[in-house]
């Protein structure tokens, strides 16, 4: 197969991660590979780095209204012709998605990783009746919002549902300093990503301040950046748990930050699929997080963690502070944790289906032209 994967994402995240090793895997496999992204950003620094033949693109949310953009897309389709377009970004969908269509590619397909509703506008529904062949959803929450607004926008048989994966021997293998040094009989918890209102991390200053009244001796380690850092820090300041909290900035190895911790948490107000999760139990370590969006196709609950009601932040102490005082069951919680994502969530059982996926699209085509 000769595939394109188009992400014009300017920052590092789930779905940049997952079309730079869907590449891999597919030109690993011997298919034609080509990633088109944001010049020098992340996904295209690191495809260069893999070895894939990477094109710099520049894609707004309005591009596909400037006639030159579009017709650039089209000649670049007609003359590669590509068997198959995977998308990753909105705009992507709006501009490539009708260049490609424009430019005869009969198999373009949405990567969908984001579990907010799709608006039911007049544009939605022009794109997902005339120009999209095929989505691809990373959770079941995130095809149940597909057509939430309209549940006519997509055939719902032409949703998949294939989970992010893992890559287990590469997290296993990974080496590094201890982030924080422990204290003997201190409980670390920690929390990994980017510092955004949809990750909620408010609501681990707020646990913090309660964690600090109860008398527990405790740190809360966050790993990430982003723009709600400086009002975290503040917060942690006007709680007087900024002793407690420890921010880490961007971490290298994820494997060396969970090693570090006794608990995970993610107390995001809503998520895609909650793909730290996965690292977390992956690296044997119970979890807590609210039950919202996919996290109950992660975390079984009661099994390999605990799952609180949305927003319910002392319902989400109180399970925390459950498993400081319960080593048995943390270790319990953190091996049934990795046995789930040997079973659910391994990095090539999961590519393996979406290269079935795509050849299926391929073949069913040249089957249709013999006939």
Not at 83 to 104: E, H, M, P, R, Y
Not at 321 to 346: I, N, T, W, Y
């Amino acid at each position: 197969m000769k595939v394109f994967l188009i992400n014009s994402t300017r920052t590092w995240g789930g779905g940049e991660k997952w079309h730079l090793e869907t590449a891999i895997y597919l030109k690993n496999k011997g298919h034609d590979v080509t990633i088109l992204a944001y010049a020098q950003k992340a996904l295209y620094q690191r495809s260069m780095a893999a070895g894939i033949r990477t094109f710099p693109v520049v894609i707004s949310n309005f591009s596909f209204l400037n006639p030159f953009c579009l017709h650039s897309f089209i000649r670049l389709f007609r003359k590669e012709k590509p068997d198959i377009v995977i998308l990753n970004f909105s705009a992507d969908v709006k501009t490539c998605g009708i260049a490609a269509k424009q430019a005869g590619i009969r198999h373009i397909v949405y990567r969908r990783g984001s579990a907010i509703p799709i608006r039911n506008t007049f544009l939605n529904r022009l794109l997902y009746k005339n120009i999209i062949t095929l989505i691809i959803a990373n959770s079941e929450e995130t095809k149940r919002t597909i057509l939430q607004n309209n549940n006519h926008l997509f055939p719902r048989d032409k949703i998949t549902v294939i989970y992010n994966g893992i890559d287990l021997a590469q997290l296993d293998g990974q080496t590094g300093t201890p982030l924080y040094p422990k204290g003997d009989k201190e409980i670390v918890i920690g929390h990994a990503g980017r510092m955004v209102l949809q990750k909620g991390q408010k609501y681990l200053i707020e646990m913090a301040k309660i964690l600090k009244q109860k008398g527990i001796d405790f740190k809360i380690l966050i790993a990430g950046e982003g723009p709600l850092e400086k009002s975290l820090r503040q917060l942690a300041i006007a709680y007087g748990v900024e002793n407690q909290v420890i921010f880490l900035g961007f971490i290298q190895h994820v494997k060396t930050f969970m090693d570090n911790i006794d608990i995970f948490v993610l107390p995001s107000n809503w998520e895609g699929f909650g793909y730290v999760l996965v690292e977390a139990m992956a690296c044997r370590k119970p979890v807590v997080a609210f039950n919202i969006s996919s996290n109950p196709e992660i975390v079984a609950d009661h099994e390999t963690g605990f799952l609180v009601n949305p927003m319910d932040i002392n319902a989400f102490t109180e399970k925390v502070e459950l498993l400081s005082h319960d080593p048995d069951m943390c270790k319990s919680f953190g091996q049934a944790g990795r046995k789930r994502v040997e079973d659910f969530f391994e990095l090539e059982n999961n590519q393996r289906k979406v290269e079935s996926l795509l050849a299926g699209l391929v073949n069913a085509e040249l089957k249709s032209d013999m006939l």
